[in-house]
């Protein structure tokens, strides 16, 4: 079955530092793959979407890459700050279609 | 900036009850969905709807499921008799249908079924 994995273990990183993250899945080819953030509680708020061709993204200092062949994301976060302290969830699209299929997040702390 | 409104923030109801979940999504949006994400668990994909009829749904989402367009702003999502593990956080999320981007999800309500 379709099976997305993010790092379980929170990252913590020193404020200003890039914070990468992974996102992995296996057993299928999502057309397309978005990350979110997650604040306790609340729901999760949109970032970035990258296609199966695109190879990058940007957005201000977000950075996401797609790696079909590793069948891999990667998410960047430069000069961090400690209000990007959230959890990250990855959601590629399951196949041919809208419905996404999520991770469960890996939490970042930034330390001032 | 424009937002998805779901309502109540919170609710509680005995088991076998039919609950009615509210959103208001975007206005220019025409993709719906429901997610649901239990405590300190994955957000899960409940249904999707578009062009007032259901697109996709999950497995999760089993006859006692239930979504609805009642005018041309609210979304529901109906559970007729609640059980213990439906007690979740409930997200009403909204999307363009013309151009692919991400979806804009509203900030849940906590349904508690005891």
């Known amino acids: 079955s379709q099976k997305i994995e993010q790092n379980s273990e929170a990252l913590n990183i020193q404020e200003g530092k890039t914070a990468t993250l992974t996102c992995n899945y296996t057993n299928y080819s999502p057309a397309y793959l978005q990350w979110y953030r997650q604040d306790p509680g609340r729901g999760p708020v949109f970032l970035l979407l990258?296609?199966?061709n695109e190879k990058e993204k940007r957005k201000e200092r977000l950075k996401v890459t797609f790696d079909t062949t590793l069948k891999q994301s990667l998410f960047h976060i430069t000069a961090s700050q400690p209000a990007d302290s959230a959890t990250y969830l990855c959601?590629?699209?399951?196949?041919?279609?809208?419905?996404?299929?999520w991770g469960l997040g890996t939490s970042l702390g930034v330390n001032p | 900036e424009p937002e998805v409104t779901q309502t109540p923030s919170h609710q509680v109801t005995q088991m076998g009850q039919e609950v009615i979940l509210r959103c208001v999504p975007i206005s220019n949006h025409l993709y719906f969905y429901w997610y649901r994400q239990i405590l300190g668990q994955k957000v899960e994909f409940l249904v999707s709807?578009?062009?007032?009829?259901?697109?996709?749904k999950s497995e999760i989402f089993d006859d006692q499921f239930s979504v609805e367009r009642p005018d041309g702003s609210n979304f529901t999502l109906k559970i007729r008799s609640t059980k213990l593990e439906d007690s979740a956080m409930y997200f009403c999320?909204?999307?363009?249908?013309?151009?692919?981007?991400?979806?804009?999800f509203g900030q849940g309500t906590r349904l508690t079924v005891v």
């Open positions: 999320a909204s999307s363009e249908a013309r151009r692919l981007g991400g979806s804009f």
């Open positions: 709807f578009y062009n007032n009829e259901i697109s996709e």
């Open positions: 990258i296609r199966e």
């Open positions: 959601a590629p699209n399951a196949g041919n279609n809208r419905k996404l299929i």
